[in-house]
């Protein structure tokens, strides 16, 4: 299972059922406190299962917060999904201490290089603060490089597309750490790439393309390596 230090940010690529929300809400119960912003609701079951209140405006949000709560879900209200509504959600969540966010679906609202001034404030100083951002997209290629730049750590589950799969590498590099191409062939169960020598570092590339489902790689900007992880476990 994926642990981390509660002021890391983190980063989570992957296509639809790929599995990122399973990994982010199997390690969110080791985390002291959590915000969620679930502009799709559908985090409501996960709600109902582990206690979380759902608030609607950044003022119930802010109210909860200073009474205390330490698990949150915050679905925009009808017509509040705008990129202003988001930012105020997100300079509350900035006035807080030593929690984490989790923003669903990121590239809804920090795309290309245009980050709100409140989520930018969490990304740059909220570290400082005890405040960790947990990012997820199916399209890293819309996103902000602010959001993998300042991320220590990036997961990527399976990527479709040329385009999402480049922006990955280009952050984390083009090889994964201790795997040969003939051992991914093995695990995959099919002769991938047959024109790469099989004892040639498996590429990121490949590896994105034809993940299984629930498999991921882990990149850590500190150790500067790229791993194959098992999969995640589908029982929450």
């Known amino acids: 299972m994926v642990t981390l230090q509660t002021d890391r940010h983190v980063f989570v690529a992957g296509k639809t059922r790929s599995g990122k929300t399973v990994l982010v809400q199997s390690f969110l119960n080791t985390l002291p406190r959590v ?3 679930d502009q799709k609701g559908e985090w409501g079951n996960y709600a109902a299962r582990n206690h979380y209140y759902i ?3 950044p003022g119930e949000l802010d109210v909860l917060l200073n009474k205390g709560a330490s698990r949150v879900i915050y679905q925009p209200a009808a017509g509040d999904e705008s990129l202003d509504g988001f930012d105020d959600f997100c300079e509350v969540v900035y006035r807080q201490y030593n929690l984490n966010l989790v923003i669903d679906e990121a590239a809804s609202y920090c795309r290309s290089n245009q980050v709100p001034k409140w989520t930018s404030a969490l990304l740059r100083l909220g570290n400082g603060r005890g405040v960790g951002v947990i990012s997820l997209t199916q399209r890293p290629r819309d996103v902000s490089n602010v959001l993998l730049s300042e991320s220590v750590i990036i997961v990527a589950f399976r990527l479709q597309l040329r385009t999402d ?3 990955i590498i280009e952050t984390i590099g083009t090889e994964v750490e201790g795997v040969t191409t ?4 093995q695990m995959i169960g099919y002769n991938v790439d047959p024109n790469i020598n099989s004892d040639a570092p498996a590429q ?3 590896v994105l393309r034809t993940m299984p489902k629930w498999h991921f790689l ?3 900007s500190e150790s500067e390596e790229t791993h194959i992880c098992a999969p995640v476990q589908h029982n929450l």
């Open 182 to 185: 003939g051992e991914w062939r």
């Open 218 to 220: 882990l990149y850590d």
């Open 55 to 57: 608030v609607h405006t």
């Open 165 to 167: 799969r480049t922006k």
């Open 35 to 37: 915000v969620v912003h």
């Open 204 to 206: 990121v590339n490949t």
